[in-house]
């Protein structure tokens, strides 16, 4: 099942300039997780924050967490060229010793030079 | 260096044929999973195994099967019975407390 929806599904900005991007989510959750993936690769974890958690940074990223509004987003600062990627929001309902992930359909990030 | 080795990178098969995706890691991981990625899309859980000879399905496992002989390798089979084959197959794996590290994915498409 699909969970997470994501906002904008494509976002255009120039170098240098604050990229957000935001998850929603139905269901109580244990934790968020974002993810990148670089076109025809793989997913790269980025960051996660716990349900008890309202903030977290990163080097770059900010990722916050409003579990009233079962929402997330993420910013990434003073963008560069290689950010260029898709972003996916995760979210996990249930920690079994596997985690069940649930991704979002993700963002589309273009970081123009 | 570990990680997560995933081949081939793009598959092609005919219709009706059986494939086999292959996955192996070595990063001492109990856990492995297979994702389906179809374009502008995110992933949805095929099947995942906690632990050796054990495994349970995900949201699509109807057309795939799985084995998990040994730690390090997770294969998946895409059968004759699923529908539309067509599609960027992702294995990750994780170990407790960590996040999920993938593979590079295979491109599968059947004609």
């Known amino acids: 099942s699909q969970q997470g929806e994501e906002d904008p599904q494509a976002l255009s900005i120039q170098e240098g300039e604050n990229a957000t991007m935001n998850c929603s989510y139905k269901?109580?959750?244990?934790?968020l997780q974002w993810y990148r993936q670089n076109s025809g690769r793989g997913l790269v974890h980025l960051i996660l924050i716990r349900s008890n958690e309202r903030e977290k940074h990163s080097g770059r990223l900010r990722v916050t967490l409003d579990t009233s509004k079962k929402s997330s987003s993420l910013l990434i600062t003073a963008s560069r060229a290689a950010d260029t990627a898709s972003y996916f929001c995760a979210t996990e309902e249930d920690w079994e010793g596997a985690q069940k992930l649930v991704f979002g359909q993700g963002t589309r990030l273009t970081i123009n030079p | 260096d570990g990680g997560i080795t995933q081949s081939p990178k793009y598959l092609f098969r005919k219709e009706g044929q059986n494939v086999t995706l292959s996955c192996e890691q070595n990063l001492n991981h109990d856990a492995m999973y297979w994702y389906r990625q179809d374009p502008g899309q995110g992933l949805r859980l095929i099947y995942y195994?906690?632990?050796?000879?054990?495994?349970q399905k995900g949201d699509i496992a109807e057309g795939y099967s799985v084995s998990r002989e040994k730690k390090e390798s997770f294969p998946l089979t895409v059968t004759s019975a699923q529908k539309n084959p067509t599609a960027f197959y992702l294995c990750?794996?994780?170990?407790?407390?960590?996040?999920?590290?993938f593979g590079n994915g295979t491109r599968l498409t059947v004609t």
């Open positions: 195994s906690q632990i050796v000879n054990d495994f």
């Open positions: 990750a794996s994780s170990s407790t407390l960590s996040p999920l590290h």
């Open positions: 269901t109580s959750i244990n934790n």
